[in-house]
C-alpha cells in the first residue's frame, strides 16, 4: 500500500476550534485581553459595534472614545509609507512632514532572494508606520506574477510561490514586531489587473494550493499575519469579499486564520453575504460612510433577524483583538517609531544593492574600470526618472530618491566625465515611435566617449496598478536607440529599470553587459553606479523567467490572457512561469534564478547522510560553494527538486530551498540544506490531500533554475 502523506489532520482539529471559540481573533490573547474584549462587547450598542466594522473616511475606522477605544488607521504600502491622504477624497493632505523611506518596489525585494532584507524591511516599515500613527499597513503584495503584462508585477514579488513564501514570512516578521499589522494582499487570484473588479477566475484546486495560495498559508500559519485584504477579482463565481470557500472553509478553517479580513477599496458588494461569508473591515466602498454595506445596512439586517448579532460580535472582537497585538490599548508599551533615519535609509541602500542583476557580462565588460575611463555616456529618461511617486496605491512621496545619473555622478566625482543624452522621450502609452533626433544625438555622444550606459526600461504609466501592459516591448522607440547606441560604440551596457520582463530579444544578442535595476528606492542611483563601478559585486536574481516574447510564457501560450467574457481559466495551472518553460522544453532569454556575478564560485558534490528517507524526516543535504575568483561575492545556491515517479505529473522541478551566502574570494563554506520530507509533496487534487508517493526525488543544485551544477538522488520510503 502506497504510503500517504497527509499535512491536513491538524488544521482540521484547528478548525473545530475555531469555530467554537466564538471570538476567534481573541485566540491567541491572554484570558485577562480575552476577558477585556468581551467587556467591551458588552457595553457596546448595535450601532458602536458596527461602526467598527467599517471606514469613516478612506483609510481610518471610527473610535469610541467613551470606551477608550481609539480610531484606527491603516496606510498603504508595500514598500514606503505612503503620504498622508484626505479623509474624504483622494486626494493628498499635503502634509510638510510625510515623506517617507522609499524601498525597492516587490520584485527587487525578491530579487535579492535574502530573507534578512525581508525582515529588515519589514521592522523599518513598521518604525516608519508607527512614526506616522498607523496600525495596519497594506502589504506585503504577495500575488503570483503570471503574466509578463500584469501591471502590479513590480509590486509583487516572483513567479514561484517559494520565494514569495519566504520574503512574505520574513516581512510580515519585521514589520509586526514593530506593533504594526500587516495586511497580506490581494486574497486571491488578482494576478492581472484588465477588469479586476469584475474577471471570476477560475483554477484548479491543485494551483491554488501549490502556486497561488502557499505565500497567504505562509502568512499565516509562519508569520501570524493579523490581517488579510481580499482582492477586487471573483473566485470561482464568487466575489474574493464573500466568497465562503476562500475566506471561512479555506483561510479560517483549514489554515487556521484568526486575524482580520479586510476588504480592497471598493471591493465590498453586499451586506448579508459578506457578513456571512466572514468579512470584517469594509474599506473604500464609494458611497457615503453610513451607507457602507458594512453600515445602516448591517444594523438593519441584524435588527430584521436576517443575520445574529454574535456574528457582529465576532468581528468586532476580531478587531479588538488586533488592537490589543498591536498594544493599542497600551500606548507605553508599544513600539514608538522612527522615520528617516540614517539606519533606515542604509537598508534601501543594501536592499537596492543586493537585487541587481547582472544578466549578461561578455569579455568582462563589467564593472567599468574607472582607471580605463575618461569619459562616459549616460542614456535614457530612465536616467533621470524618478520612480517613487508613481504605480498608484503603492506610491511614495520619497524623502529623496538618487536617481542613476545622480549615483553616477556621486560616485565618479572628478574621476572620469560623465556626459548626458536623453535618447527617448516619456510620452502617453502606448508609445513606440523613436525620436530620431533624440537617437541621433545620443549615438553621437555614445561615439564620443569611452563607454556607454543606456538607462532603458519601463516607468509607471506602465508598471502601474488598474492597468496591465499592452505588450511586452520596450516603449518609446527604445529598441532603435539601443541598437543605434550599440552601433556607435560596442562598449555598450544596458540597464533595465522596470518591474515587470520586458522584450530584450531585438538587441540582447548585441550588447555585452546587461543588467536588471528594477524600481530601486531612494538609494537605486547609489547601488546602481556601485555595482557598474565595481564597488558591489551583483548577486541579484532574477524572480521571474523572462521570455523570448510573450507568446512563449503559460498564460499567453495557452491565450489566457485576460480571459474573455470576464472569465479567465488558469489553464496552464501549476505551470507558471520556469514551472512552465522546463516542463515543455522552452528556453526563455534568461531563466528564473539567473544572475551572475565579478567572481566565480563552484559547488562541490552534495551529499547526503542515507539514500533512504521517510516522510517524518529532515532531509540534510551538504555541499560546500567555494569562491574561486578574485573578489569577494554572493551566491545564491537554489536547490530544486524534481519528482519523477508521482502519480500526477509534477513539473519538471521546483524550488524548494535556497541560501545566499556571502564569500570573500578564495573562501569556502559548507552548506547544509534541511528539508522537511512533507515539503517535497504534491497537492494531489483527485485525492485532495497533499502526497508524497515513494520513490526517486532528484535534487537539483544550481546557480539559476538553468544553470544546475550538481545532482544527487535519494529515494523516499
Ligand atoms: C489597491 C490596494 C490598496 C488600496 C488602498 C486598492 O486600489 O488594490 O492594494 O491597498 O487600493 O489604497
Known amino acids: 500500500m502506497k504510503a500517504k502523506f497527509r499535512l491536513f489532520c491538524l488544521t482540521a482539529l484547528l478548525m473545530l476550534v475555531n469555530i467554537n471559540s466564538g471570538l476567534y481573533a481573541a485566540d491567541k490573547l491572554s484570558g485577562k485581553e480575552e476577558k477585556k ?40 504600502g508595500p514598500h514606503g509609507v505612503r503620504a498622508e491622504i484626505n479623509r474624504d477624497n483622494w486626494n493628498y493632505a499635503g502634509w510638510t512632514n510625510d515623506s517617507s523611506t522609499y524601498f525597492p518596489t516587490g520584485t527587487a525585494l525578491a530579487a535579492s532572494w535574502n530573507i534578512d532584507l525581508a525582515r529588515l524591511r519589514g521592522e523599518v516599515l513598521g518604525e516608519e508606520a508607527r512614526f506616522r500613527g498607523k496600525d495596519i499597513l497594506l502589504g506585503p503584495g504577495v500575488n503570483i506574477i503570471r503574466s509578463p503584462l500584469c501591471g502590479r508585477n513590480f509590486e509583487y514579488m516572483s513567479e514561484d510561490p517559494y520565494l514569495v513564501a519566504q520574503m512574505t514570512t520574513a516581512y510580515i516578521q519585521g514589520l509586526q514586531s514593530r506593533d504594526v499589522a500587516a495586511c497580506v494582499k ?3 487570484a488578482n494576478n492581472q489587473e484588465t477588469d479586476r473588479a469584475t474577471v471570476d477566475v477560475n483554477m484548479s484546486d491543485r494551483a491554488l494550493h501549490e502556486i497561488y495560495l502557499p505565500a497567504f498559508k505562509a502568512a499565516v500559519q509562519e508569520a501570524g499575519t493579523y490581517s488579510i485584504m481580499t482582492a ?13 470557500y476562500l475566506l ?37 466602498t464609494d458611497k457615503p460612510y453610513n451607507e457602507y454595506y ?51 535609509q542604509q537598508a534601501t541602500y543594501r536592499s537596492a544593492a543586493e537585487s541587481i542583476v547582472l544578466l549578461k557580462n561578455e569579455d568582462n565588460i563589467l564593472p567599468l574600470d574607472p582607471a580605463q575611463l575618461k569619459s562616459l555616456a549616460v542614456i535614457g529618461d530612465n536616467a533621470i526618472r524618478k520612480h517613487s511617486f508613481g504605480g498608484q496605491s503603492s506610491e511614495i512621496k520619497a524623502l529623496y530618491e538618487v536617481t542613476p545619473l545622480e549615483g553616477l555622478k556621486n560616485r565618479a566625482g572628478a574621476q572620469f566625465e560623465i556626459r548626458f543624452a536623453r535618447g527617448y522621450q516619456k510620452s502617453q502609452r502606448p508609445s513606440n515611435r523613436p525620436d530620431r533626433a533624440l537617437i541621433d544625438e545620443a549615438a553621437a555622444l555614445a561615439a564620443q566617449c569611452d563607454a556607454a550606459v543606456v538607462m532603458a526600461g519601463l516607468n509607471h504609466d506602465y508598471d502601474t496598478e488598474s492597468r496591465d501592459k499592452p505588450d511586452m516591448a520596450l516603449p518609446y522607440g527604445q529598441l532603435e536607440l539601443i541598437r543605434a547606441v550599440i552601433k556607435a560604440n560596442p562598449k555598450t551596457i544596458v540597464v533595465i529599470i522596470a518591474g515587470s520582463a520586458v522584450d530584450m530579444s531585438g538587441f540582447n544578442y548585441r550588447v555585452p553587459g546587461l543588467l536588471w535595476a528594477w ?3 531612494m538609494e537605486g542611483g547609489n547601488a546602481l553606479a556601485d555595482v557598474l563601478l565595481g564597488k558591489i559585486n551583483p548577486s541579484g536574481k532574477m524572480p521571474f523567467s523572462l521570455p523570448v516574447c510573450l507568446d512563449q510564457s503559460n498564460a499567453h501560450a495557452l491565450g489566457e490572457f485576460p480571459g474573455r467574457n470576464r472569465q479567465v481559466d488558469f489553464f496552464d495551472d501549476i505551470f507558471v512561469g520556469y514551472r512552465w518553460f522546463d516542463t515543455y522544453n522552452i528556453a526563455p532569454l534568461y531563466p528564473f534564478g539567473h544572475g551572475l556575478s565579478y567572481t566565480q564560485f563552484e559547488y562541490s558534490k552534495p551529499r547526503v547522510d542515507k539514500e533512504e528517507w521517510s516522510m517524518d524526516e529532515k532531509l540534510r543535504l551538504r555541499m560546500v560553494l567555494s569562491n574561486t575568483g578574485r573578489r569577494d561575492g554572493a551566491e545564491v545556491v537554489q536547490l530544486y527538486v524534481s519528482d519523477p515517479e508521482s502519480e500526477l505529473p509534477r513539473p519538471l522541478k521546483e524550488l524548494k530551498a535556497f541560501q545566499k551566502v556571502f564569500l570573500k574570494a578564495g573562501e569556502s563554506r559548507e552548506l547544509v540544506f534541511e528539508l522537511p520530507l512533507g515539503s517535497l509533496a504534491y497537492y494531489n487534487d483527485i485525492k485532495q490531500e497533499w502526497l508524497l508517493e515513494p520513490g526517486l526525488i532528484n535534487c537539483l543544485l544550481g546557480s539559476s533554475s538553468g544553470d544546475l551544477r550538481q545532482q544527487i538522488n535519494i529515494k523516499v520510503k
Open 232 to 244: 477586487y477579482n471573483k473566485f470561482r463565481g464568487f466575489w474574493c469579499a464573500e466568497n465562503p
Open 519 to 521: 524600481y530601486n528606492g
Open 294 to 344: 458594512f453600515a445602516q445596512a448591517l444594523i438593519d439586517a441584524v435588527r430584521k433577524g436576517e443575520l445574529p448579532e454574535s456574528l457582529i460580535d465576532r468581528k468586532v472582537a476580531g478587531i479588538l483583538g488586533l488592537m490589543m497585538k498591536l498594544k493599542i490599548f497600551d500606548p507605553a508599551g508599544r513600539f514608538e517609531g522612527s522615520m528617516n533615519t540614517p539606519e533606515h
Open 186 to 188: 490581494h486574497y486571491i
Open 248 to 284: 471561512d472553509s479555506l483561510m479560517r478553517q483549514e489554515l487556521g486564520f484568526d486575524g482580520i479580513f479586510v476588504s480592497d477599496w471598493n471591493g465590498t458588494h453586499s451586506t448579508l453575504a459578506s457578513a456571512r461569508a466572514g468579512l470584517d473591515l469594509e474599506m473604500g
Open 37 to 76: 474584549i468581551r467587556s467591551l462587547i458588552s457595553k457596546m450598542s448595535l450601532e458602536e459595534k458596527v461602526s467598527l466594522l467599517h471606514g469613516n473616511s478612506k483609510f481610518y475606522v471610527e473610535a469610541i472614545p467613551r470606551l477608550g477605544i481609539p480610531e484606527l488607521a491603516l496606510s498603504d
